[in-house]
């Protein structure tokens, strides 16, 4: 008895932790700050989420923008990403020549290439569809170029042992090993690819919720400010949870290779 | 005698860095798309000559270190508690989980609303980026602990404090410095995010005056240093990595 | 029965060091097989065993010597799917079920209908029909090897080569799988190279152990086993087993020792 108490008390520990914060911010945002452009209460938030979904309805078009411009970062960043991390696992001159530029890429802080794109490209959805590609474009190669490596170890001489043809072998041994360590990429690629999409819409658009938050943050403007960082992180969470069943859909030995 | 992929590597640099110069020189009209290296290089010397660079990196850098410092503190502090007492992750998990999926550049505006524009907000912002990504993987080492070693522990009668730092953190180590890596990228970004939305020093500061005024030499100059900054805080975190958890392969990238 | 199926003639593999000495890895190894012989390899760890059954299978080039089989010299450039090769780990494609992996080998070369009931047939010599469409992490490790197995059989090789195939299994289960090793070998006849550690599954096993020096590895000796087939677990205990399996551990021991102690292994 004691201990099924006990048990009722400690699931319950994450909503009331949920609850009592979100107490905890009304009360801080009615009675202490008091100010609507400092902090606005999680009520007057889901107010408004309410309203810009169901009466005005003006948020589809901002999230129909960021979507389109999303989908077409990451479907480029997969195309060009993948090959690229293939090349370079397969030939280690391809690698070696690569390399720095990959690296100078990839750890500089990417919206310093914003300006630059946009200096090039001018204001267009090119600009922004190559920002957000470059977001998400290195995930999506290393682990590509990971995966390969790692089977490439492994498997190969299974594979040669058979006398597999160079084709059947990238068909059958290479490419299905690599599926879960590019859709892991993917996975991965979905936050840096939403920040993508937040920067670019934020040095020049009319629309999207990049440009909703940083219309928002400008105007002081708190409950819409708040909705568009809630639907950024709902996007976030929603496209990480979504690759995680496909990833379990598509290769359903995964684990047992990860563990290894 | 450089390796093979030491040789390549600086072929590549230099026949790059060659064919830009050549490259600009001959199609292109004006400098403002594409300066060639040289003009940037030029920049880069005037800007150090007057002081400004100076300035503006010094200001980014000393944002970079408060924030990560602390949050190194902050983060293996918490996560350590986080990793240990269920109950506790249950209270803070829903939160930080949160403050994790939220993009960088999503909530920026808000630090900058509360912490105005001066040096303190990005301060925070790194913190606040680092100390998440630190709290998260600290908890997961603590957790995901070989239970054979904390048998270990007990039969060598390991007082709490020894458990503790002879055994639970070590075994963390690995997972916290990941996190200090994951949290290094996203920080520098949010710091230039910061600087580049409201400020009055940093090279985000630098990227946004020079966009503005159409300066692309000065441009690449802030681009150059902006790569620099984060080959550098790379390159230092792979080396800490290999220091801290030499039985650990590290990552290349 | 002409000539021997396999024969190795001095044969080298030495790998480049960096600006020094190259390593030798094995040196003038000559060995032949006969057709329909199970011939085991021990020898100390490390003294080139699963690198001699790589080169032997093409899977890296020889750095002198020559391999030939049926009489005719194997080079790098020939294709042929001639030899089976059990590796040392499971080395299950973990995304291809029991079948898919037995039929491996087995695609391209014959019609799908051939070669589905060629992987039938022997998923069902090793003892194993009906988990045709399980995933390797969903079978035990002695499973494991047993679909290995099936796999390299399938092609129906010249010579099956085998390496440390049950190192990784536990004491009974190993027992188990070195008799149906037995039995497979007494229904397919195949010829066998076996690399084991175990001495007695040597013996149990082959018809002749050769025991290899250590590093830079060649034939040492090779004893031929003078018991009868078919085997059973009964002959651990006849004292011809026994006196060889004496015979073959000093022998390993003198070649530790000279190599300067079981802890430079
Ligand atoms: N490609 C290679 N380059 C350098 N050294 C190698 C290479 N392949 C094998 N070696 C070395 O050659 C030696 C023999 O290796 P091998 O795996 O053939 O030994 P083994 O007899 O199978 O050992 P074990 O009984 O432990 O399986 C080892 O010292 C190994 O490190
Ligand atoms: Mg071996």
Redesign the pocket.
């Known amino acids: 008895m004691q201990a099924s108490y006990k048990n009722i008390a400690w699931t319950m520990l994450k909503p009331i932790s949920i609850f009592s914060g979100l107490v905890l911010w009304h009360a801080l945002a009615t009675h202490v700050v008091n100010d609507a452009t400092l902090l606005v209460s999680p009520l007057v938030v889901i107010a408004k989420a309410y309203e810009m979904l169901f009466v005005t309805a003006d948020l589809y078009p901002h999230l129909y923008a960021s979507s389109w411009i999303f989908l077409q970062g990451m479907v480029l960043a997969t195309v060009v990403g993948v090959p690229i991390g293939f090349l370079m696992a397969l030939s280690p001159a391809v690698r070696d020549y690569v390399n720095p530029w990959m690296t100078a890429l990839y750890t500089t802080p990417r919206i310093a290439f914003a300006p630059v794109i946009l200096l090039w490209l001018g204001i267009d959805l090119a600009a922004k569809v190559i920002i957000v590609f470059l977001g998400c474009v290195f995930p999506i190669l290393i682990n590509s170029f990971y995966g390969m490596r790692v089977v490439s170890r492994e498997f190969v001489e299974v594979g040669r042992s058979f006398r597999l043809s160079r084709g059947s072998l990238f068909m059958k041994i290479l490419l299905p090993a690599s599926v879960p360590f590019i859709l892991a990429g993917l996975r991965l690629a979905v936050g840096r690819g939403l920040t993508g999409v937040a920067i670019a819409e934020w040095f020049g658009a009319t629309e999207g919720l990049g440009y909703l938050i940083f219309f928002a943050g400008q105007t002081l403007n708190l409950p819409i400010l708040f909705v568009g960082v809630a639907v950024f992180a709902i996007l976030g969470i929603l496209g990480f949870q979504l690759l995680r069943v496909i990833e379990d859909l598509a290769s359903p030995w995964r684990k047992e290779l990860l563990v290894k | 005698m450089l390796s093979k992929e030491l040789r390549r590597g600086l072929v590549s640099i230099f026949a790059g860095l060659a064919l830009w110069e050549i490259l600009t020189r001959l199609l292109l009209e004006n400098e403002l798309l594409i300066p060639p290296p040289s003009s940037v290089l030029r920049t880069l010397w005037e800007l150090g000559a007057t002081g400004q660079l100076n300035k503006h990196l010094l200001a980014t850098l000393f944002e970079f270190v408060c924030g990560f410092s602390t949050a190194c503190v902050v983060g293996i502090l918490f996560g350590y508690f986080m990793g240990r007492y269920k109950w506790f992750d249950d209270v803070m998990d829903p939160w930080i989980a949160t403050l994790y999926s939220i993009p960088v550049v999503a909530f920026v505006p808000f630090i900058i609303i509360w912490f105005g524009i001066g040096m303190v907000s990005k301060v925070i912002v790194v913190f606040k980026i680092t100390a998440v990504a630190i709290m998260l993987n600290t908890a997961a080492g603590i957790k995901n602990i070989d239970p054979t070693w904390l048998e270990l522990s007990k039969s060598l009668r390991l007082n709490p404090r020894q458990n503790t730092f002879k055994i639970r953190l070590p075994a963390a180590l690995p997972y916290i410095v990941t996190g200090m890596r994951l949290g290094v990228g996203r920080a520098m970004l949010g710091v230039i995010v910061a600087e580049l939305m409201a400020a009055n020093a940093g090279l985000g500061y630098l990227l946004r005056d020079a966009s503005e005024t159409w300066d692309s030499p000065k441009l690449f100059v802030t681009v150059l240093l902006l790569a620099g900054m984060g080959m550098g805080s790379f390159t230092l975190i792979k080396k800490a990595e290999q220091k801290l958890a030499p039985w650990r392969e590290t990552a290349e990238w | 029965m002409a000539g021997p199926v396999l024969e190795l003639r001095n044969l080298t593999k030495q790998?480049p060091?960096g600006g020094q000495e190259p390593?030798v890895?094995f040196n003038n190894v000559n060995l032949s097989v006969k057709e329909g012989e199970f011939v085991s390899i021990v020898?100390?760890?490390?003294?080139?065993?699963?690198?001699?059954l790589?080169v032997v299978n093409g899977l890296?080039p020889p750095s002198s010597g020559q391999i030939f089989l049926d009489g005719k010299e194997l080079t790098g450039a020939d294709n042929d799917l001639v030899m089976g090769f059990v590796f040392?780990g499971a080395s299950l494609l973990p995304w291809r079920t029991s079948l898919k992996n037995v039929l491996l080998g087995l695609e391209g070369r014959k019609s799908a209908k051939e070669a589905e009931e060629a992987a039938r047939h022997y998923l069902n010599l090793v003892g194993l029909s009906g988990f045709e469409n399980h995933y390797p992490h969903q079978l035990s490790g002695g499973m494991q090897q047993r679909i290995n197995l099936a796999r390299a059989l399938a092609v129906n090789p010249r010579i099956l080569l085998m390496?440390?195939p049950f190192a990784a299994l536990d004491a009974q289960t190993r027992t188990f799988m070195q008799l149906e090793l037995l039995r497979i070998w007494w229904q397919t006849k195949k010829t066998v190279i076996f690399?084991t550690?175990m001495i007695s599954e040597a013996i149990l096993l082959s018809d002749r152990v050769i025991v290899?020096s250590h590093?830079p590895?060649r034939v040492r000796s090779e004893f031929p086993v003078p018991l009868a087939r078919p085997r059973s677990l009964d002959i651990k205990s006849d004292h011809r087993f026994v006196e060889l399996e004496n015979v073959v551990w000093k022998q390993i021991e003198e070649e530790v020792k000279a190599a300067g102690g079981f802890a430079r292994l």
């Open positions: 790998v060091v390593f890895i020898g100390p760890s490390g003294c080139g065993k699963t690198t001699l790589r890296m040392q390496d440390e690399i550690h290899f590093r590895g």
